[in-house]
């Protein structure tokens, strides 16, 4: 069946499960790359807790390394980890919201399709 022989109604939904196939995919990339993200300053947590209090520890800040303290950059890791598993959370409820709408969508162009023709 050709989508010009569709309904208007049916073919709203289909255009809307498109758009939000398109805005789910978005989600995913972005929640992948703040995964990374977080996963480097885990390791870079780890990297620092073996090293002394007293040990030298440097930060790239464009392409420069300036030396600082350990707990400044603990510090920093640690604000910016709690960032991002907030914004992380926040794509997986968009993610799930996105996904059961889909569902809603798709149950409703199966309805209409099961249904014999008039």
């Given at each position: 069946?050709s989508?010009?022989?569709?309904?208007?109604k049916v073919?709203?939904?289909?255009?809307?499960?498109?758009d939000?196939?398109?805005?789910y995919a978005s989600?995913?990339?972005q929640?992948q790359?703040?995964q990374?993200?977080?996963l480097?300053?885990k390791?870079?947590?780890d990297?620092?807790?073996k090293?002394s209090?007293e040990g030298?520890v440097?930060?790239l800040?464009g392409?420069i390394?300036?030396?600082?303290?350990?707990?400044?950059?603990?510090e920093?890791l640690e604000?910016n980890?709690e960032?991002?598993?907030?914004?992380?959370?926040?794509l997986?409820?968009?993610?799930?919201?996105?996904?059961?709408e889909?569902n809603?969508?798709?149950?409703?162009?199966?309805?209409y399709?099961s249904q014999?023709?008039?």
């Open positions: 069946m989508t010009a022989k569709l309904p208007p073919q709203q939904y289909l255009k809307q499960m498109d939000l196939q398109k805005t989600i995913v990339s929640k790359q703040l990374m993200t977080l480097e300053i390791n870079a947590l990297a620092l807790s090293v209090d030298e440097y930060k800040i392409s390394f300036f030396k600082t303290s350990k707990k400044n950059v603990v920093e604000e980890k960032i991002l598993e907030a914004r992380i959370k926040t997986e409820l968009q993610e799930k919201r996105i996904i059961e889909l809603k969508l798709r149950a409703e162009v199966s309805k399709l014999p023709p008039s």
